[in-house]
């Protein structure tokens, strides 16, 4: 078949063309926002309130909580050094949701990786295991019911305090993070 000798079909493949590069174009790029050490307090600071309206103007994104999601203080903050991660305690859970509260209007990718102090023990992981367990659960069960984001089933990693590595694609295949 000679395509030259059929200027509709030409006319209908370029248009067809041209369309789906202009769609290329158009999309915004993949952007990665990287947080870490969050979990120090209660509430929001400046910071992540900032950071929240970046990703809520960028849904074409992921957002990664590098660790450190939660601390707990010495003798209630007598001794300003925060140690070991989630309990389920009132002040842990505070932590964790004023990172889960800046997902409410995102519409990207949000993961949460566990630092040392999520892991609760900086000597044997496998003491840390069960606590860090109980985050994951929390924040997982927090983020299923937002209907936002885009990957609300698989947002802790690596799953069940294993200690990876593990990766996920982005942006149609074009992005792996480790």
């Known amino acids: 078949m000679n395509f030259l000798k059929q200027p509709a079909l030409v006319l209908k493949i370029l248009s067809s063309l041209f369309l789906s590069i202009n769609s290329l174009q158009a999309q ?11 979990g120090d307090h209660e509430e929001a600071g400046e910071a992540l309130t900032n950071i929240q309206k970046e ?45 889960l509260n800046m997902l409410d209007n995102y519409k990207g ?13 900086r000597t044997t992981y496998e003491k840390g295991k069960p606590k860090l367990q109980m985050e ?11 209907k936002n984001i885009a990957n609300p089933d698989n947002t802790f990693l690596p799953k069940y305090g294993s200690i990876g590595p593990e990766y996920v694609d982005h942006n149609h295949g074009t992005i792996r993070i480790i």
């Open 109 to 121: 990718y949000a993961f949460f990786i566990p630092g040392n102090h999520d892991w609760w023990n």
């Open 28 to 38: 915004d790029p993949f952007k990665i926002f990287l947080i870490g050490d969050a």
């Open 55 to 99: 990703l809520v103007k960028n849904p074409n994104s992921a957002v990664i909580f590098l660790g450190d999601n939660s601390y707990k203080n010495i003798l209630g903050g007598i001794i300003p050094v925060g140690f070991k991660g989630f309990d389920s305690s009132r002040v842990t859970i505070e932590k964790v949701r004023s990172q």
């Open 136 to 146: 994951e659960s929390f924040i997982e069960e927090n983020l299923k019911k937002n």
